[in-house]
């Protein structure tokens, strides 16, 4: 299955269309590269697409012409808002919840949203071929599902409606028809039959028969995100619509967080879905809702069913945030549980505010999608791009947690667990600096599967962190471009052990052998995992050391002994069935029992080599036995000879039984005839089990060490449809089956700079005392990070606050961050500063804030600045002192001008506005130098008579000569930016620095009471207050000194 994405210049376009092979598309003379798409399993048509980074339906803004949007330059600064500005974003969504989706200001709920479906003929086709005629009944039910489906997701609350128009003839032919022509047009004719966009209709939905070329010529459907229109080919299907109306309501497709993000950047890895709702590759399945978080934003799941937290717990912002707590959460899929106070369903802990986009984690409990779920707390980073016809265009990336596979079927943290949310890389690339200072742990105490999961929730200390498991932690690994190594030939193997690479650069490679040193059990194994950051989960909580992880390396006893050498034998890993025959493979369900006669497969994994057909290899393990369709299966994808299912237990085991079910379908016993050529065998390892993309398509496995064989010949069959049990007798010793022994290898690619490497003890029935683990490791880079130098073939960190672009050569390529940013821990570009020194007088004075602070991005409009030597700004205004006027640009030139209408002496004089513009590091200033210090302790920031030009958050800076930089000596946020508003901003450091004027009189002196004064505790004291006219407020504290 094949998709596309592109951008239009007025919106979001998702799509899905059929790319017939083709590996590139032109349309409108663009190239788009076709992706695959694995969003429906169950279906024969594509599904939509949508560019990565979510986007809003919102045609942009006339008024930004491209003279305003000049080059940003590498090392510009990306605003953030931290702490309580955070949750006065939080706080504030509702602004962007406006009729007429929403149906009220103070609780404002998405609940009603309604289609026009125009099904067209394109107008080179024969309106009177009835075989070109659409039948409106098939358009009618499945938009009928569709609202059904959406009023469940919604507990009752959005009724998604439409109305169906008669079929018309449209007026552009199946000759390659393009987005922006089939939307125009179309709604050129909504317009012509008397409808109203948000009377009559609020969408549009465009139905066609797939045209002879261009996007519309495959089958599928395509919608505009955070928008009001979509595409979609006849004849329509349920799980296809409710998928595009789903980008509508602002989803693109939601990412897994991902190994391959390091191959993609900066998009996220195409193809590397959530898998667990329907806008994220789970769309075959029957439930598979939006993320709880849209379903907050909607107010479909009510403030009062989230619990929030933040690091601080509760502030003035957000009086009910949690530090830490223990909680109990319901699935927010189940229609049967209605959302409530007491009723929880997820945790929000917001981390970030970047421009538009508000950053946040979220755990949830997830039930819907046929069990796969409902074993662990989903774990998702998620970011609401603020605006648009829906309020909101919402993304986020799933955690998945064993990371170490590529299946996202494990992403889950399971029961008797800690996780360690780790920051994201493509969130650090974002530059949110905050992701550092927000790292959840979340422990998964108890679930109930299918009905509730219980968590605790804590912020991690990077500083200070507990130590739970015995570990030896080795001298890191110094990597170079020449090439760096290390050998050990007597790893403890009965402890853990964690390597660092350090100094790994901007495609630092690490290659890592291990080996088994003389092993003598068979089941013995061992395992590395390679982490971007300190493996936190593993080492302070004594959890899962996958968790958190990129990648892992097994080795084995078949793959280390030395050849001829004997080996004892404990048990086996895996169990095996194969058709013998060139056939289908179906199967209810494998039963692995040992000497206990407890069922282990239970608590193991199972896999296929294909699926199709509404197969599941979860069945295989699930405990459900019975008949189809009551009972799930496997079922191969094709008629193959080497088709196979096995499982794969958590430990070696001594099997002493084996039973295997056929699938059984009382209607087709036919079926069961497939399967009178079976064979199961028992095996010590199998090789690459970290490699497989999915359960459902393993491909080919390399099994290892035979240890039992059986032969089902005229076992199954449309007469024979129960059960067989065989009774196993493992082998107890075995020859060494290697002929060319090899330590098992992995390459890895560094991110970030390091990368660390965990080698837990080594696994098995015995680990004879004194166990050994060979490791050889390498490392080697040919470029250097951004913010570092390449110095005797290693990377070295540029000086504090000074940059680099990657592959820099010298410390002369270090250049000094912009005046009013500084470089950060954790960030790869300069940010602006949030700290400030205390200056009482300089020579130049100056307003300066970026992009992100200003309300449109590209404009920031002053009518007046004053400055006052005065602290309460009384007395004269200093602004209009001799001295020279600068900016960062305004709209006549370019920078420095000074003589235009909007030129910068504007902001400085009672006349004129300033009408400013960002330089090409993406700041905002407006400067003055005088001609003598001038000493400022408060200004007044006056807008002009129009609103959209303001900006939230300033810096007042002064020009320290010494150092010939501009130093801020003041932030203010949270400024008023309407219409002729006036802000006062009063640089008042400290309580050392007194009030001027002081009162006159204000308070007679009262001496302080003796202790003879006092009696029995209670003193009569008489307070003389005189009223002047000083121009604030002033108050006073009694103080008890008895």
Not at 414 to 434: L, M
Not at 616 to 636: E, K, R, T, V
Request: hydrophobic letters at 35%.
């Amino acid at each position: 299955m094949k998709h596309l994405k592109l951008i239009l210049s007025s919106s979001l376009i998702s799509a899905c269309r059929l790319c017939n092979a083709t590996k590139y598309v032109v349309i409108d003379d663009s190239v788009f590269e076709c992706t695959d798409d694995v969003d429906d399993p169950e279906s024969n048509v594509p599904h939509c697409s949508t560019p990565d980074g979510g986007g809003s339906g919102a045609t942009s803004s006339s008024r930004l012409a491209p003279a305003d949007v000049p080059s940003i330059a590498m090392s510009s600064s990306s605003s953030f808002i931290t702490g309580d500005g955070i949750w006065h974003t939080v706080n504030n969504l509702k602004t962007y919840k406006t009729p007429p989706l929403y149906d009220s200001e103070s609780d404002p709920t998405l609940k009603y949203f309604h289609y026009l479906i125009q099904p067209i003929w394109w107008n080179d086709e024969d309106v009177n071929n009835p075989a070109l005629t659409m039948d409106t009944s098939n358009i009618d039910d499945v938009m009928t599902a569709n609202a059904d489906y959406y009023l469940q997701m919604s507990w009752n609350q959005m009724s998604v409606t439409y109305d169906i128009l008669p079929q018309r003839q449209f007026s552009i032919s199946s000759q390659s028809p393009n987005f922006g022509d089939t939307a125009d047009a179309c709604r050129a004719l909504i317009t012509s039959l008397g409808y109203v966009k948000d009377v009559d209709y609020n969408g549009l939905m465009l139905v066609y028969r797939p045209a002879q070329s261009g996007p519309f010529s495959g089958y599928g459907g395509w919608a505009s995100v955070n928008g009001d229109f979509s595409w979609m080919s006849y004849q329509m299907g349920f799980a296809v619509t409710r998928h595009e109306v789903g980008h509508n309501f602002g989803h693109p497709h939601h990412s897994s967080n991902s190994y391959l993000y390091r191959e993609s950047r900066p998009n996220l890895p195409s193809g590397v879905y959530d898998g667990f709702d329907m806008m994220s590759g789970g769309n075959g399945y029957d439930i598979s809702h939006f993320a709880i978080a849209s379903k907050w934003f909607f107010n479909w799941v009510p403030d009062s069913s989230i619990i929030l937290m933040q690091p601080e717990g509760s502030t003035s912002e957000c009086p009910s945030c949690l530090s830490s707590g223990t909680f109990t959460l319901q699935p927010f899929d189940d229609a049967t549980i209605i959302p409530s106070e007491n009723t929880k369903m997820g945790i929000h802990i917001p981390f970030a505010v970047i421009g538009s986009k508000l950053y946040s984690y979220w755990f949830s409990y997830r039930t819907g999608i046929a069990g796969v779920s409902d074993k662990g707390l989903s774990v998702h980073v998620s970011w609401f791009h603020l605006g648009g016809y829906f309020g909101a265009s919402y993304d986020s990336m799933n955690y998945d947690a064993f990371g170490n596979t590529r299946s996202t079927s494990d992403s889950f943290v399971v029961e008797g667990t800690c996780y360690h949310v780790s920051p994201a890389a493509f969130i650090k690339d974002q530059n949110v600096i905050t992701v550092r200072n927000v790292q959840p742990v979340v422990c998964v105490d108890e679930i109930t599967a299918g009905v509730s999961i219980k968590v605790s929730v804590l912020f991690l200390d990077t500083t200070n962190y507990p130590v739970k498991i015995d570990i030896v932690e080795h001298e890191p690994v110094q990597c170079s471009k020449s090439g760096a190594s290390l050998s050990i030939d007597n790893l403890d193997a009965e402890r853990y052990n964690l390597l660092q690479v350090k100094g790994t650069g901007m495609d630092g490679s690490i290659d890592l052998a291990m080996c088994l040193a003389n092993p003598e059990y068979s089941d013995t194994s061992a395992s590395s995992f390679f982490y971007d950051d300190y493996p936190f989960s593993a080492i302070s909580y004594d959890s899962e050391p996958a968790y958190g992880s990129w990648m892992s390396l097994d080795s084995n006893a078949l793959s280390c002994c030395t050849p001829g050498t004997n080996l004892n034998v404990h048990g086996a890993t895996i169990v095996k069935v194969t058709n013998k025959r060139n056939e289908w493979l179906h199967l209810n369900e494998i039963e692995i029992y040992d000497e206990a006669n407890t069922n282990v497969a239970l608590n193991g994994k199972c896999y296929s080599r294909s699926t199709g057909w509404g197969g599941n290899p979860n069945c295989l393990n699930d405990g459900i036995i019975g008949n189809y369709p009551d009972a799930c299966n496997s079922h191969s994808g094709s008629t193959n000879s080497e088709n196979f299912d096995f499982c794969v237990l958590d430990s070696a085991v001594d099997i002493k039984r084996i039973k295997v079910y056929p699938w059984v379908d009382p209607n087709r016993l036919w079926m069961t005839d497939r399967l009178n050529s079976l064979k199961v065998d028992v095996f010590s390892h199998a090789n690459g089990l970290g490699s497989i993309n999915s359960e459902y398509n393993t491909g080919p496995i390399e099994f290892v060490g035979l240890l039992a064989h059986f032969d089902l010949d005229n076992v199954f069959g449309r007469s024979k449809i129960g059960p067989h049990e065989m009774q196993v007798d493992l082998l107890n010793e075995m020859t060494c089956p290697n002929t060319n022994p090899q330590m098992m290898s992995k390459t890895y690619k560094t991110d970030y700079g390091e990368t660390w490497i965990l080698i837990p003890p080594s696994k098995g029935l015995v680990i004879p005392t004194g166990s050994k683990t060979k490791v050889e490791l390498s490392c080697s880079l040919s470029q250097c990070r951004r913010n570092e130098y390449m110095d005797n073939n290693v990377c070295v960190k540029c000086p504090q606050n000074f940059w680099s672009s990657p592959g820099s050569t010298s410390i002369d390529n270090c250049n000094k961050c912009f005046d009013g940013t500084e470089l950060l821990d954790g960030t790869e570009t300069c940010v602006a500063s949030e700290n400030y020194d205390e200056i009482m007088s300089s020579k130049g004075w100056r307003l300066w804030t970026t992009s992100d602070h200003t309300e449109v991005g590209y404009a920031w409009d002053i009518d007046e600045i004053e400055l006052y030597e005065d602290s309460q700004c009384a007395g004269a205004s200093v602004s209009d002192l001799p001295g020279t006027v600068s900016d960062s640009g305004n709209v006549d030139t370019d920078a420095g001008n000074v003589e235009g209408i909007w030129a910068p002496q504007n902001a400085f004089a009672a006349e004129g506005v300033w009408g400013g513009r960002r330089d090409s590091n993406n700041f905002f200033w407006v400067a003055k130098m005088f001609d003598t210090d001038v000493s400022v302790k408060c200004l007044k920031i006056k807008s002009p008579n129009w609103n959209d030009r303001g900006a939230t958050e300033v810096r007042v800076q002064a020009f320290v000569a010494e150092e010939n930089e501009w130093k801020n000596a003041w932030i203010e946020k949270n400024l008023n930016v309407g219409a002729l508003s006036v802000n006062t901003i009063k640089l008042i450091y400290g309580p050392t620095e007194a009030p001027t004027p002081a009162p006159t009189s204000a308070l007679a002196p009262i001496p302080p009471p003796t202790t003879d004064d006092c009696g029995d505790g209670e003193a009569e004291i008489e307070v003389t207050i005189v009223f002047d006219n000083y121009p604030s407020e002033t108050s006073w504290e009694l103080k008890n000194t008895c």
